[in-house]
Nanobody
Framework: QVQLAESGGGLVQAGGSLTLSCAAS????????MGWYRQAPGKQREWVAT???????TYADSVKGRFTVSVDSAKNTMYLQMNNLRPEDTAVYYC?????????WGQGTQVTVSS
């Protein structure tokens, strides 16, 4: 069982930046992939970005060029750097990890962007 803990959410003005963190309970190189999702009020959860164990990172069109995924393997932590935030980025952001055929989720962290 992989445990994930997000942090770093908060309130920011439009145009501002935030960095989210996702700490994993085990070596991230044992995970097939890690990613970020978000869920806005009244909407379905949507994919934001994926960092596969091998291959390129991918991003949703709505965040491409503004959000960047990175990892610190020594800390087993994945980050989501969010720049030029927009009010439509307001959502609860969730960290996801895939290991073999299982999916794991964090508890989520709220990001609110004011106009």
């Amino acid at each position: 069982q992989v445990q994930l803990a997000e942090s770093g959410g908060g309130l920011v003005q439009a145009g501002g930046s935030l960095t989210l963190s996702c700490a994993a309970s085990e070596n991230i190189f044992r995970l097939n992939a890690m990613g970020w999702y978000r869920q806005a009020p009244g909407k379905q959860r949507e994919w934001v970005a994926t960092r596969p164990q091998f291959g390129s990172r991918t991003y949703a069109d709505s965040v491409k060029g503004r959000f960047t995924v990175s990892v610190d393997s020594a800390k087993n932590t994945m980050y989501l750097q969010m720049n030029n935030l927009r009010p439509e980025d307001t959502a609860v952001y969730y960290c996801n990890a895939e290991q073999r055929s299982s999916n794991y989720w964090g508890q989520g962290t709220q990001v609110t962007v004011s106009s």
